[in-house]
């Protein structure tokens, strides 16, 4: 599949912001759905996982605040993000794997599939 994000933007402490991520191809239901975000000091960080059956893995710097969910009709994947915080300012990717397993949601390298990122910044 092909993936395109989208709804980055920029946003105030306490905010929201919901991101968006289009897939194109076939066999979407089929694929473990994940963001990441980045910014130029840190590697490549997990932020969330939608499992095949929609069940959501959170890192725990954002659980509680951001929810991952996904409609395989549309293949559409979502992540809203609540009560956003400066520290939370980096490029968001999502990403697509097929052959994933839950052991691995949490590294980059099962992911096969990558959008090319949206911006997000959170202003203090």
């Known amino acids: 599949v092909q993936l395109q994000a989208s709804g980055g933007g920029l946003v105030q402490a306490g905010g929201s912001l919901t991101l968006s991520c289009a897939a194109s191809?076939?066999?979407?239901?089929?694929?473990?759905m994940a963001w990441f975000r980045q910014t130029p000091e840190k590697e490549r960080e997990f932020v969330a996982a939608i499992s095949r059956g929609a069940a959501g893995t959170y890192s725990d710097t954002v659980k509680g605040r951001f929810t991952i969910s996904r409609d395989n009709a549309k293949n559409l994947v979502w992540l809203r993000m609540n009560s956003l915080k400066p520290e939370d300012t980096a490029v968001y990717f999502c990403?697509?794997?097929?052959?994933?397993?839950?052991?691995?949601?949490?590294?980059?390298?099962?992911?096969?599939?990558w959008g090319q990122g949206t911006l997000v910044t959170v202003s203090s």
């Open positions: 191809g076939r066999n979407f239901r089929s694929y473990v």
């Open positions: 990403a697509g794997g097929d052959t994933i397993i839950t052991s691995q949601y949490r590294s980059p390298i099962g992911y096969r599939n």
